[in-house]
């Protein structure tokens, strides 16, 4: 997917229509019509907003973010055992299309909203200098997939050198590895990959590269020396999950060999109530949206046998591989 085919319209915030992001970003997609305007929210909060249309068109949004700049992670997220769990939203939405994505329920816009004041995002970090976090940055989003264009992931990984006892994950599905691959890998740093079955990915993961892609950025992040996390996140119960997802894990690791992954994020399809009701009114096509899940605590997920079900044989299955110490669970 070439993203400089995508946004045919820009919207830029007038206070920061000469920041020099601004000018990088623009001076990639010179045909895109350009509409100055005064805030983001009149464009990517406005009510009435058709999400399926804009999904098919997704504009551009150029802004300054106000304070806070980093906020506490959810418990429908895991923590790593750090006790303080953290996320900055650099850019908001993303340019995939997954069925179980929580985007789709949060926001009213299918719009890419890039905050280009980066600088002000570094000295929040100031406030963490004596703490000892785990930061996410691509939490809303996916960075990675975005490199080439705003340069973010490299400018984060250069910043973070300073504040070794941040621990700062990179979360993605794409295949984008390669425009950073030329840093030195950092001590801090964890570049962490989503992945699942093919014939699962193929079903509810719209416009990703393929899964095969993804482990082999995996491949190549691991043999230059980058601490690197799986994602097994979200579970999704298909008929015949146990066959599926074990012969999907023996594959896996038998790819990657002796080399060591640094642990593994896992979770079942779970997300907040108030969201779900919003997809399914957005996308009555999704059969994802409407299983029968349950709810409790405002958290819609699996009732309680089949998911211990699916986490028992997940985890089991990867303690051949991995110690159970370095698997990590959401607290939901």
Known sequence: MSFFKLFSHIYIEEDVANHKNTKSILSRFKDAEKIYIKHYKDIFNRKNQSYSLQKESKKLILAKKREPFIYEGSDLIQDFGFSKYLYTPTMMNCIYDCDYCILQGMYGSANILFFVNVEEYFSSLKSLENSKAHLSISYDT???????????????????????????????????????????????????????????????????????????????????????????????????????????????????????????????????????????????????????????????????????????????????????????????
């Open 142 to 332: 996916d960075l990675l997939a975005f490199e080439k264009i705003f340069g973010i992931c490299r400018l984060w990984i250069k910043e973070i050198s300073k504040y070794p006892n941040i621990d700062l994950e990179i979360r993605s599905k794409s295949a984008n590895f390669e425009a950073i691959a030329d840093m030195k890998p950092l001590e801090n740093v964890v570049l962490s990959w989503t992945i699942m079955p093919q014939v699962i990915s193929s079903k509810v993961e719209r416009n990703t590269p393929s899964v095969i892609k993804r482990e082999e950025q995996i491949i190549r992040a691991l043999k230059l020396g980058w601490r690197v996390r799986i994602c097994i996140d979200p579970l999704i119960y298909v008929e015949g999950f146990e066959k599926i997802y074990g012969d999907y894990i023996d594959s896996f690791f038998e790819k990657i060999g002796e080399q060591k992954i640094e642990d593994v994020a896992l979770g079942v399809f779970r997300i907040n109530s108030d969201f779900l009701k919003k997809m399914k009114k957005r996308d009555i096509r999704n059969e994802l949206l409407f299983y029968p899940y349950d709810v409790r605590d405002k958290v819609a997920t699996y009732e309680d046998s089949l998911k211990k079900r699916m986490l028992d044989f997940t985890i089991e299955k990867l303690t051949k591989y991995i110690p159970k110490n370095r698997i990590f669970l959401s607290k939901n």
